[in-house]
C-alpha cells in the first residue's frame, strides 16, 4: 500500500480523503483544526476555519473559512466519497488567544472564543460526535492526525506534543 | 468601493512601500536611541494575498518568536507588528535592562513588559509618522505581547486585523543590527482594505473615477 503524503491544511481549506491519511493544520492561534473520520466507509476530512461565521452581506470567496459554511461543506465533501454522514466522529483545537501580555488584552477580539463555541454548536446540531477537543488558553497550536492510527496529537511550544485522542466511535 | 481589493496600482504599491519605509525610518530611530546600537532596514516589500496564502515571516512556522501588536483604528485601520527570534528578544531585553530570560520557563515580568514598550516606541512612531506626512488619523490601540509560534501570531494577527476582506495586504519589513550581534526582525503592517483609498486620495494617487 502507498504511504499516505501529509495534507498540510492551510487556513480556509478544506481537504479529504478516503483510506489513511496524514493531515497537519500548522500554527493555530484563534484558528481552530477540526478533523472529521467516518468509520464505517475509512473518509475523512480536515478543515482549518478562521471565522464562526459568514458575513451576510458580502460573497463567501472559501467556504472553509467560516465555521457556519465550512463544517456543512466538509460534511457535503466527505458525504461525496462515500461517508456515512450519520456515524461520523470529530475532533478539534485550537481557538486560543495567542496575546496575553498587555494592559488591554482583555479587550481584544477573543475571535479564538467564538470560533470555539461555534464550532461546539454546530457540531451538536449536526449531530457529529466530538470524541476529544482543546480549545482557548494562550497557546498556539499544530494539530497532526494519522487516519492509519487514527491518532490526532496536539503540539504547543510551551506543553510539547501530546496525544489528543484516537478517533475511535 | 472594495472592488479593487486585489488591484493595486504600481503607483499605489509605491507609495504605500515609501509611507512604510518613512514610518518604519523614524521606528528604527527610535529603536537606536533606546538601545544606543545602529539598526539597519531592507526595502519594504508588500504582498496582496488571500488570507489563506500568506507565507510565514519565518522560515519555521513554529519557531519561537517574540512579537508585539498594535492594532490601530481611524481613517485607516489595521494591524502593526513587531516580530523577533527568540534570540532576538532576548538581546533586546539584554540591550534595554541586562538581563534576558535564559528560556520559556523563566519568563518575568520584566521581559513581558519591555517588549511590550518596545512595541509601543515602535509602533507608535510608525503611526505617527505616517500620520503625520498624510494627514489621516491613525490611532494606536494598546499594545499586546505573544510569545510563540510564528505562524500561531501571524495567523492571530491576519484574523485579528483584516477578517472583512478576502485578500490581504501585508507591508513587510526587515530590521536588522548594524553590529556582528543579532538582533533580527520583521515589521509587519496589515491595513484593512477599507480605508486604502483613503490613504490614496490623501496621496493624490487615487484611480481617476
Redesign the interface.
Known sequence: MAVATPTLV????IHVHQGPALYSC??????IGLVAHCPASGVSGMIHV??PEA?KD?PI??PG?FVDVGLPELVKMMAAKGANTNRLVAAYAGG??????????S???D??KRNAEAVKDLLEKLRIRTIAHEVGG?????VTVDIASLTVKVR???EGEKVLCVLRG | MGSNESSIEQLQDSCLRELTNIGLGHATMALASLTGQNFNMDVPSMSVT?????T?VFTN??E?TVAV?M?FTGDVQGQTAFFFPWASAQRLSRLLTGLAPAD?DSIDELF??T??EVGNILCSSFLNAISDMTGLRMEA????????????????L???AC??D?QILTLETRIFEESSETLDGRFLCMPASGGLQTVFERLGVAEAA
Open positions: 492551510g487556513m480556509a481549506e500548522i500554527g493555530l492561534g484563534s484558528c478562521m471565522l458575513f458580502k470567496d472559501k473559512k486560543a488567544q495567542v496575546f496575553k501580555i498587555g494592559a488591554d488584552v479587550s481584544r477580539l475571535i479564538g494562550s497557546n498556539g497550536r499544530t504547543s511550544i510551551n | 488571500a488570507a489563506p496564502d500568506l510565514c512556522p513554529e519561537l501588536s492594532p520559556l513581558g513588559s517588549i511590550l490601540t494598546p499594545p499586546a505581547v505573544s510569545i510563540d509560534g510564528a505562524q500561531s501570531i501571524v495567523s492571530t491576519i484574523v485579528e477578517f472583512q478576502t
